[in-house]
């Protein structure tokens, strides 16, 4: 199994490492023209979440518009012209270029914005706004305009933040929901979220006297967290419309601009991939995944978040299947109705919408860790696999097994646990292994409820080198290896459970061999 793993895993990296060297433009070159007019009929991409789409829309009905989950994925469906453009605001669209040498974007506007921080419609949330709009209204003029000439300019050394983990925190602390992938809005950089908005929110906690907890996640799901109360605020460039008026309430706004099509230059259109060495762009790309900023440790990190997750939902997952199988093995009618209902309930839901559901529903007023809710969705999908997995197991053993063992006088019990699980172990623990597995891949889900598991990371990370390769690449190697490990164990558990490969030592245990 392990060599099978490792052959598919060096076909995947054959396969990247060819698109990587010798990616082909196909798409057909736009004109010269720089104006709006020539993407009428395009592929335009926006962020899901976003009122671009809306924007795009309505200056240009007749674009076909695309869905994609992050900054990052619209740059790399540019580049490999799976679209024409995409929309987006200029500051994000000037940090875009800068990083990223084959784009840039039109100087005409698509649409004007007004971005502010959101609140809930409750109380709580209008005094919340109302102090932020008075904290707005204080301060000095042009430091908006100080701010914005900071964050989106291209001095790194000139981008400090003020102390947010030492706030006095006398009023209470705030969680503020954003996503960490916006740069220069908010982004990750050494390990911390910074950016225009977070500076401001870190200005407002300071003045008001609260603390601050900063909740990453994606962006389609911030004014859910907001709504639900999960968070108390929001800050992650949302800009102001009439339809998100009607579920939140804004701020004064923080920031005013337009809205901008980022396009591939004419030269990335021809054909010219740059004079840089094959080898050079390969150590480049290392060095901006890995190396810059630290970056290893966040997939560190979200290899512990992987693996807390996992590992807790299996031990969890399999004491609770374990224990309703008990309770429905001699035929209760009314435990298995039970038994039944909930196993068709949690296997029938798609695993990111019964997250969705435990975050902002069933636990949307509780303040409980992402984690927390990924581990207990996760127990629930894998408690009801282990469950029909014992039936299915348990199923395949004789009653004749039973009938033997009460007619020698063993108990109900005792025939179950030293007769009927030991057959049944072996036919169940094949099918366990390719739960685990699946487990370990299904986690990939949980940046959804503000989660920062390895993919998660592998986000955060490409939205800052605008880069799939080495970042997609390290977590398709990450997760080879945590299944490996997992198969392992799980295969190690087999061959000492297997009856079959029991020593002579351990068949004759307890039994006199000299009399």
Partial sequence: MFFKRAAVLGVCLLLALSAFLFRQVNAEELSGDTSLSRFEHARIGVQTGTSFDKMVKKNMPDAKVAYFNTKADLVAALTGHKIDAFAIDEPAAQIVTQEYSEVTWLPDYLDTYS????????????????????????????TLDMLASKWFGEDEAAKTMPDSKHLSAENGTLRVATEAGYAPFEYVRDGEIVGYDMEICVMFCEACGYGMDIVDMNFDGILPSVQSGKCDFSAAGINITPERMESVLFSEPTFRGGTVLVVLKENALAGDSGNDSLWGGIVSS???????ENRWKLFVHGVETTLLITVLSIL??????????????????????????????????PMVVLLMVLFYIVFGKVSISGIVVAVIGFTLTFGSS????????????????YEAAYA?????????????????????????QGEIVGLIKATAVVGYIAVQDLTKIGDIVRSRTYEAFFPLIAVTVIYFVLEGLMNILVGWLRVRSDPKKRSKARILKGVKTDD
Wanted: net charge positive.
């Fill in 115 to 142: 971005f502010a921080l959101a609140f809930p419609k409750t109380k709580k949330g209008e005094a919340l706004r109302n102090q932020c709009n008075d904290f707005l209204h204080q301060l000095p003029d042009g």
């Fill in 408 to 432: 020698l006088g063993h108990s109900n019990s005792r025939t179950f646990f030293r007769i009927i699980l030991p057959q049944a172990i072996p036919h169940i623990l094949p099918a366990y």
């Fill in 316 to 349: 969890f997952g399999t004491a609770l299947g374990f224990g309703a199988f008990l309770l429905c093995r001699n035929g209760s009618p009314a435990a298995n109705t039970i038994a039944r209902f909930c196993v068709w309930l949690v296997q029938g839901m």
């Fill in 386 to 401: 282990v469950f029909s997995l014992m039936k299915m197991g348990v199923g395949t053993v004789d009653r004749g097994q």
């Fill in 286 to 292: 290392f060095n901006k995944t890995f190396i810059r």
